[in-house]
C-alpha cells in the first residue's frame, strides 16, 4: 500500500488565561481584509511571543484609553436577542502558507473559546505561532498559523490534521451549545444531535479538475462524520496516487474538501481520475464498509 505524500506546514505558547490579555495597540495597520466598518485591535503577549488581531465592530467593541473595553449596551443586546445562530465553519488550510497549517474557524464571538482553543491546540504538542480574529455582526472568524512544537513545521500527519479537526469542533460545541445541532458531530459531541441526518449517497459528490501539468485537484463533498478525512486520505493512497496539498473544510454537516494531488510528479490522466472518483464514490457512501477488504 503507498503511502500519500501529505505536504500537510514561533515559539512555546504556554497556557492562557483572561488576564494574558494585557496590551492594547490600536494605532496598528488595518489589514486589507477588515471592512471599512469594523475597528481593528491588536493583543499582545509579550512574555509569550505571540499577537493575536481582534477585529469587532464599532458599535460592539472599542479600545479606551487605558486599554480596557468599552460596550455599546444598545447594540450588544441585539445581538444577544438575535436568535439568528450562524452555519458553523472548520477550515484547515495546507496551501495557503508554506510553513505553517493554518485553521480557521467561523462562528459567534465567545473569546473564552479562543483562548482555551489555544491551550487544547498546545495540548496536542502544537504551537500557535500567530492568529487573527475579525468579528462581522454576529458572526466571528478566528484563524490560527499552527505548526508542530517539536519540529517546528507545518502539520503533515493526517490522524494530527484530524484531531486537530475534532478538537477544534468538540470546544466549538461546548462554548456554542447551540450548534449542536448544525453540525454532524453534535451526534457525537453534542448536547443534542442534529434531527435530520444527510443521505450519504446524496451529499457525496466527487470530481476531479485539471490544474496544471504537474497535479490535478481533486474535489470531494460528503456527509462529515469523525474520522472521514483519514478515510480519505487512505482510499487516495490505496491507488497510488500523492496527496500534495490539502483544504479540508467542515460546513455543518457536510464535509468539503479539496485536494491537490499528482501520480508520480504528474497530474492524473483521464483513466486514473476516474479510477480514483470511483472508489471514493463506493467507499465514501458507504461509510460502515471496512475499507480495508477490497
Not at 492594547?24 to 485591535?41: E, G, K, L, R
Not at 460592539?60 to 450562524?86: F, H, M, Q, R
Not at 459528490?205 to 470531494?220: N, T, Y
Not at 485536494?259 to 510528479?265: I, K
Request: some cysteine; proline content about 4%; glycine content about 4%.
Amino acid at each position: 500500500m503507498a503511502y500519500a505524500n501529505t505536504l500537510f506546514s514561533s515559539s512555546s505558547l504556554n497556557p492562557i488565561n483572561r488576564s494574558s490579555l494585557s496590551t492594547f495597540d490600536s494605532t496598528a495597520q488595518i489589514p486589507p481584509h477588515v471592512s471599512s466598518n469594523s475597528s481593528w485591535i491588536r493583543l499582545n503577549f509579550p512574555s509569550r511571543g505571540m499577537a493575536i488581531n481582534l477585529s469587532r465592530n464599532k458599535s460592539i467593541w472599542c479600545a479606551s484609553t487605558n486599554g480596557a473595553s468599552s460596550v455599546d449596551s444598545t447594540s450588544l443586546k441585539s445581538e444577544l436577542d438575535d436568535d439568528y445562530v450562524p452555519m458553523p465553519i472548520v477550515l484547515i488550510d495546507q496551501d495557503s502558507d508554506s510553513d505553517a497549517t493554518i485553521v480557521q474557524l467561523s462562528f459567534g464571538d465567545r473569546l473564552g473559546a479562543l483562548l482555551d482553543t489555544i491551550k487544547s491546540l498546545k495540548d496536542l504538542g502544537l504551537d500557535v505561532s500567530k492568529g487573527t480574529v475579525v468579528t462581522e455582526g454576529s458572526v466571528k472568524q478566528t484563524k490560527f498559523f499552527i505548526t508542530r512544537l517539536d519540529t517546528g513545521r507545518k502539520v503533515e500527519d493526517p490522524d494530527m490534521l484530524e484531531r486537530i479537526r475534532l478538537t477544534i469542533i468538540n470546544n466549538l460545541l461546548k462554548y456554542h451549545p447551540e450548534s449542536s445541532e448544525q453540525l454532524a458531530m453534535g451526534e457525537a459531541f453534542g448536547i443534542k444531535a442534529p434531527e435530520k441526518k444527510l443521505d450519504v449517497n446524496i451529499a457525496t459528490h466527487v470530481h476531479v479538475k485539471e490544474d496544471g501539468p504537474k497535479r490535478s485537484l481533486l474535489c470531494i463533498e460528503t456527509a462529515d462524520r469523525p474520522g472521514l478525512l483519514v478515510e480519505i486520505i487512505k482510499i487516495i493512497a490505496d491507488v497510488n496516487i500523492d496527496v500534495e496539498s490539502a483544504e479540508i473544510e467542515t460546513e455543518g454537516l457536510v464535509a468539503k474538501d479539496k485536494f491537490h494531488v499528482s501520480y508520480r510528479g504528474a497530474a492524473l490522466n483521464s483513466s486514473l481520475s476516474q479510477v480514483l472518483v470511483n472508489c471514493l464514490r463506493y467507499y465514501l457512501r458507504r461509510p460502515e464498509t471496512d475499507i480495508d477488504s477490497y
